[in-house]
């Protein structure tokens, strides 16, 4: 069974009475799209904004701790992720039982103010050479940080990529996306995979796809949300292979671009203008960014299937 089966369901009214029984808040709250949690926008009557996070029912005490002291590493160098926000407790994890007796973890979390990449439809090339920078400065700090619960075996890690394709192929419908994901894997086989094991290793973020970069800046209307904010959503925070975020990064943000190559040469530029990338590192982008594109197309398959009413898995 997928592990989204098990996402906590709260309604508004429950999720009301956590933010104000746990860290005495009272205000509006509103629920955000999730993979396999629920996040709940929480704004308060005096204006400050929150993130609600209830953890899925199989999430590991360990990978939320990883991500608190992640945060807090971060912050240390950058102001690119959210601040956890202790309880009345004083604690940074809390944990509540749903209606069905499971139990989930619970945490709250400071709110970026920004608008997702991905409904900004105009991206400057200023833009995206500071998506680059800033993803680059992102996996700078975070190169000092590591935790016991990253090493773990992750099907969004690009080490698994070529299994978790293979495996969930036949999923896919449309033959000719089928087809197509079939040609590119063989090519990863033979060029990308075996350059993986000789890749910088460290603590990644693993999932900047455009709706979990954050732009804002600018009061004209040339440089209106055209500044990288921040990033959200440490859910598949690993250590794993330090250039894949970059990859993430370019093969979300070229899609649906009508020059993608350029798009992908101006975030390039900016994150090397910080971490200067080696030559294996170069070499391995394009598999990497095609391996992301492959998986994220077969695990939406077997999503689907397994909960097929999900409209974030659409």
Not at 97 to 123: E, Q
Request: aromatic letters at 8%; a negative charge.
């Amino acid at each position: 069974m997928s592990i989204v089966n098990f996402a906590p369901a709260f309604a508004l009214e429950d999720a009301r009475r956590m933010v104000k029984d746990l860290y005495s808040l009272n205000g509006v709250l509103e629920q955000l799209p999730s993979e396999r949690d629920q996040n709940f926008l929480v704004t308060t009557e005096s204006g400050e904004r929150y993130v609600l996070k209830i953890a899925n029912s199989t999430e590991d005490y360990a990978m939320l701790e990883a991500q608190n002291q992640a945060m807090d590493h971060v912050a240390k160098h950058e102001q690119l992720l959210p601040l956890i926000v202790r309880s009345q407790k004083g604690e940074k994890i809390e944990t509540i039982r749903a209606m069905d007796g499971g139990t989930h973890f619970v945490r709250l979390v400071t709110y970026l103010p920004g608008i997702p990449m991905g409904n900004v439809k105009r991206h400057t090339p200023e833009l995206l050479f500071d998506l680059g920078q800033k993803l680059a400065r992102l996996n700078q700090a975070l190169l000092g940080f590591d935790h016991p619960a990253l090493h773990r075996d992750f099907y969004w890690d690009f080490a698994n990529g070529v299994h978790v394709i293979t495996k969930n192929i036949n999923l896919v419908y449309d033959k000719e996306l089928r087809r197509m994901v079939t040609s590119l894997t063989e090519c990863i086989e033979k060029i990308t995979a075996p350059l993986l094991p000789g890749l910088r290793k460290s603590t990644i973020h693993n999932d900047a796809n455009d709706f979990n970069i954050l732009l804002g800046g600018g009061e004209d209307i040339f440089s209106r949300n055209q500044n990288v904010i921040g990033f959200i959503d440490l859910g598949d925070l690993i250590h794993g292979t330090t250039v894949g975020d970059l990859a993430i990064a370019i093969a979300y943000a070229i899609l649906n671009k009508p020059q993608p190559l350029e798009t992908a040469a101006e975030i390039v530029k900016g994150y090397h203008s910080v971490i200067p990338l080696t030559e294996d590192e170069i070499a391995a982008l394009f598999g990497l960014i095609s391996m992301r594109l492959c998986m994220s197309v077969c695990i939406a398959a077997e999503q689907q299937m397994n909960q097929p009413g999900n409209g974030y898995l659409g």
